[in-house]
């Protein structure tokens, strides 16, 4: 199966004062087509910054990051703005609609953004918004739409331009568990229908059962690699988890073997 993601012993560090500190600290990771993946940790762990320089948004101090085989660090910022915009899709926990635009149109406005507003393009967007159950509001604004059906939209719009990889940070954090239950269990679906590789950002325990691995983060490091199948209370309990053996991350043993 094709990586969607890879990402090489990534460092992001930062001076306080006279010291260095490391908000992602020698993290390591590969997703594949059609995996959904959930990060969890304290806050401060590093999960916004880990996210944050899988989007490009920011460079790594040291380390690679490679998208559908494409290093971002050695691109323009222009060029990354362009590549990310093609490539990556966003869900956040606010959404950012635009409010003046309709659902259809804040989904269509993707399609525009990278030339890609056709035909093909506009009955993707009215099949996106149909298969996740808000067919009756393409001509609704954002305010009249409740919150779960607003996330849905946002959904829809990280995936109008097929991307290689889907980032979502805490999308679930102001719905209610039934809406962000079917919140989570709609973009897992979507993810492993349309074999675009996601990472969900989240507090929300409950939420990482519809994942296929669950990655806990604690002071920028990766502490633990944890089967969804797994009594997820261990967490408070670190000893009782059990990690995932012979595949860290998405690596064999043979990849980190040879990279030690």
């Excluded at 916004?48 to 290093?71: D, N, V």
Aim: a negative charge; proline letters at 3%.
């Amino acid at each position: 199966m094709a990586l969607s993601l890879e990402a090489r012993e990534v460092v992001k560090s930062y001076r306080v004062g006279e010291s260095t500190v490391n908000a992602v600290d020698d993290v390591s990771m590969r997703l594949h087509q059609g995996e959904f993946v959930a990060l969890v940790g304290p806050s401060g762990s590093g999960k916004t910054t880990m996210l944050a320089l899988l989007a490009g948004l920011l460079r790594p101090t040291s380390g690679s990051i490679l998208i559908g085989g494409q290093e971002l660090a050695g691109m323009s910022e222009s060029d990354r703005a362009r590549f990310r915009r093609r490539n990556i899709g966003f869900t956040f926990q606010a959404n950012n609609l635009v409010p003046y635009l309709t659902a259809l149109e804040n989904v269509e406005l993707m399609l525009r953004l990278n030339n890609q507003y056709d035909d093909n393009g506009r009955k993707r967007a009215r099949e996106l918004l149909s298969l996740l159950g808000i067919a009756d509001k393409f001509q609704v604004l954002p305010r009249q739409l409740s919150g779960g059906q607003q996330q849905r939209v946002a959904i829809a719009r990280s995936l109008i331009n097929s991307p290689t990889l889907v980032l979502a940070d805490e999308p679930t954090a102001s719905l209610d568990t039934e809406r962000a239950i079917q919140v989570v269990e709609t973009l897992a679906n979507l993810m492993h229908e349309r074999r675009s590789a996601g990472i969900m950002v989240t507090h929300d325990l409950r939420m990482v059962q519809y994942a296929d691995r669950v990655i806990q983060m604690l002071d920028g490091r990766v502490e633990r690699v944890i089967s969804p199948e797994d009594d997820l209370s261990c967490l408070a309990d670190p000893s009782e988890c059990r990690t995932i053996g012979g595949d860290v991350l998405g690596f064999t043993e043979a990849d980190v073997a040879g990279s030690a």
